[in-house]
């Protein structure tokens, strides 16, 4: 929480670091930083939409996670007959309009008014977690892990470097 309130996870100009803890890697000879918390090789700003109060609501009072198991419940038989493996599952599966109405309804029912604003931002974020905590239920928790991350600014670029020797030697293999 520190870290946020001083703005170290919105720009990398604010991330502390303690140049009397300094030390080098045995074997490649990267300059590392004690002290407590993780300095980053590449530095990706932390995306705050995500913590929009409405979607939050839902998700601290169960609703989605209840949706998600009444919804498995009554669905399973369909979903593992349409989806035999994960790659049809994540090839064809969306969430529709009419599953995201009946989470509202839910929250309404729990006492979480609609938040209409919130919710049209939010909405690719909250089908994306339904469509995860279906394929765990359905699949594993890696496939859960597959979904979620699929966008993530963060692994995203650290999969581009891993992927481009030079980039990840530059900024990895030695300093």
Do not use: C, W
Request: charged content about 25%; hydrophobic content about 35%; overall charge neutral.
């Amino acid at each position: 929480m520190n870290r946020i309130t001083h703005g170290e996870m919105f720009n990398a100009d604010s991330i502390v670091v303690n140049d009397s803890l300094k030390y080098k890697t045995l074997f490649n000879k990267r300059t590392v930083y004690g002290g407590g918390g993780i300095v980053p090789d590449l530095f990706v700003p932390m995306d705050t939409s995500q913590y929009y109060l409405y979607y939050n609501k839902l998700r601290r009072t169960n609703v989605v996670y209840t949706y998600i198991l009444d919804y498995m419940d009554q669905n399973r038989e369909t979903l593992t007959k349409d989806y035999p493996d994960f790659a049809r599952y994540e090839q064809k599966f969306e969430v529709s309009d009419q599953m995201i109405g009946t989470l509202v309804s839910e929250g309404i029912k729990q006492g979480i008014e609609k938040d209409d604003v919130s919710l049209k931002f939010t909405l690719p974020m909250i089908k994306k977690e339904v469509k995860a905590l279906i394929a765990r239920d359905l699949f594993s928790r890696h496939n859960f892990y597959q979904i979620i991350n699929s966008d993530d600014n963060m692994i995203l670029k650290a999969v581009d470097i891993i992927k481009n020797q030079k980039e990840y030697n530059a900024h990895l293999a030695s300093n």
